[in-house]
């Protein structure tokens, strides 16, 4: 076959713009490896030569996840251990840690392609964003290269082995049992790139662009640029252009003897537009390289212009604004698509956590995707971009301490060299609660890695998540880092500040709250690590873990601590695998941490993050519904997120009384809570009041009838004709008069007609066993979410949901060509 060529100037942000040639000039072509490939599970050594018969293989689209499809099983990556972090004595069978999902063993991709701009004399790259896992790569029967972490992002030089015409690439993968402590994926499950240059060119992530002067009237802008091949009589040409593509600065420049192979430039911005979260405004920096007056190569990097500072005593700020991160933590799987990576389905979340009031993104435990990064640039997301879950020390059997001698550094400079373009990127973090906290060679290790960020880039400072609060304290573990960052000690903030020099604290990871999206336990009490027959947890957002805390007691010590410098709460939305409290008892698969069920759906803990965060829109939010057949004269506890100061709750129109958030406690803070309301059917109002004491809004919930019909709501119109763009439909199952069934959990069938398919659904129910891509799932909480996928050609596609005794539902979502 021959592959879709990309003639447009692609920018990955994080992968440092691949720097595509344009069409004319053929100078950089990049060819994206998507289509056509084929793959099997299993042991397939001989499936690296050019003539094998792969024709039983089945063909799959990359990024490809092998194991999502399931089945889900307690038996898949079972592990007999004691989880240290989590204050285990004893080890015990976990279920589903890792999720449930068959990705052991190993696998084989292969793929036959033409590369057309290929011709002897000129240079193939092969950049691969992530593989899962221990990829080897062989070129037309000949071993090209090879990558041990499953992480990380690498380039292997395909020239010697590449030829014109055909040639059959072929990727061996291995997924070991107990190598990790999530659902990791399995497969190419991040893009892989061709990318044909002339023999002299700017190499995978050849530039590096910092900013090392801005003020309101202009920003130095120094670009450094590698350059591979022959270096004779070379010359450089820069131009700047900001986000209208108007040229604001240039620079050209001949490589001199004493350059060795890498171009120096400075060039100044008049009147920088800076970067920020709320003004995520970006430039371009686009790179000719000459041999005389021979154009040997184009690139692009694309940039922004933003101070950081980390103050003692005084916080961080961004361009000269003291502010705190409101920020999340997030594993790499995107629910029911696996870790297969997605745009559109990453700029969903973001768009549901912006809303939020997320300003800050933590890639929790490892290296993201260069799609991640492109989004965070481009909508206003600061991100922690973190390496490593293991360092020497294991927390699983198969973990990376066993790659941590030969690869660290690797993988560390792949990481930075990757990112460090992206105004985004604000802070490096090395690790999350690695052991080694407690070893005598801890600090050793930690100054190592660190000094290496530090060279490959002084301009970020260097974190890592700390959970051994007295080891890491009493060792200096913690007085070497550029930030200490501890997870889950808010109560002893002022203590650490106390005996560390560095004169802040960060929250790297906070809460760890539990809930399960539309369930209520009574009685509404703070629960540490509860446990139910059927195994959920209470959505009053009072339940937590044994190490954790719920989210107003984080609230308040980065409320009233001055040189606590912001939070990552864990997590922002569930992820695949780590079922805590639920680790020992099947089939719970996701976990419940999330601020967002699996399915994309707010739980109630969103909108007490958004009153508390989101301080440019309203927030008034009632907890919980209010259909409790059985319940009648019983104490049903009613909460309300909000972020007025005060509200009035009625029941059946007779008021209940007017709360006031106080500091008497941490929950009646940023909670208004009606501890002794009691359920009547009927419907419940709350008006809140704003400062001046006046009605400023009023939201009701009313009990719901039998479940009648089902609606549905898209949270996009028109998707982009490419294969690839995604549409996300809730659907809800309703009374006769609209109301939310919360009980209803009928199963629900999903058909598309059109310009589109069917991909996923779900229902955020972390132990329903059914598979995500099959047409059929059952609701849970009365709502589940199906995910449909645009093809390549322009048109309608046409949703139908149905279930039994439920008047069915339609939508039409259009797509449009590029």
Sequence with gaps: MTLSRHIRKLIFTGLIALGIGLAHAQTRTEYLLDKNWKFSKGNHPEAVYTDYNDKSWQTVTVPHDWAITGPFDGNNDSQKVQIVQNGEKEATLKTGRTGGLPFIGKGWYRNTFEAPTFKKGRKATLLIDGAMSDPVVYLNGKEVGHWAYGYNSFSIDLTDQMKEGKNTLAIGLENKPEASRWYPGAGLYRNIHLIITEDTSIPVWGTYITTPVINKNFAKVNVKTKVAGNLENLRLQTSVKNARGETVATATKNL??????????????????????????????????????????????????????????????????????????????????????????????????????????????????????????????????????????????????????????????????????SPSVVMWSIGNEVPDQGTKEGGKILKFLQDICHREDPTRPVTAGMDRLQNALDNNFAAVLDIPGFNYKPKHYEMAYGRLPQGMILGSETASTVSSRGVYKFPAEPQKHKMYDDNQSSSYDLEYCNWSQIPDDEFVKQDDLPYVIGEFVWTGFDYLGEPTPYDEKWPSHSSYFGIIDLAGIPKDRYYLYRSHWNTSKPTLHIVPHWTFPGREGKVTPVFVYTNYPSAELFINGKSQGRQEKNKSSNTERYRLMWKDAVYQPGEIKVVAYDADGKAAAEETVRTAGKPHHIILETDRQTLVADGKDLAYITAGIVDANGNLCPDADQDLSFSVSGNGIYKVAANGDATNLQMFHLPVMRAFKGKLVVTVQSTEKPGNMTLKVSGKGLKPAKIEIGTAAK
């Design 256 to 421: 001199e003897e004493t350059d060795g192979n890498e171009f120096e430039q400075e060039l100044v911005v008049r009147n920088p537009a800076l970067w920020s979260p709320e003004t995520p405004e970006l430039y371009t920096a686009e790179s000719k390289l000459y041999s005389g007056n021979e154009l040997k190569d184009e690139y692009t990097t694309r940039f922004g212009i933003r101070t950081i500072k980390f103050e003692p005593e005084k916080g961080f700020s961004l361009n000269g604004e003291y502010r705190k991160f409101k920020g999340v933590c997030n594993h790499h799987d995107l629910g029911p698509l696996g870790a297969a990576v997605n745009e559109a389905a990453l700029r969903r979340q973001l768009v549901l956590l912006k809303d939020m009031g997320v300003d800050a993104i933590r890639t929790s435990h490892n290296m993201p995707a260069p799609e991640l990064v492109k989004l965070c640039d481009e909508m206003g997301f600061m991100m922690m971009v973190e390496s490593f879950d293991e360092w020497k020390a294991p927390k699983v059997t198969n973990g990376y301490s066993h790659l941590f001698d030969d690869w660290a550094e690797k993988d560390l400079i792949n990481m930075i060299h990757a990112n460090r373009n």
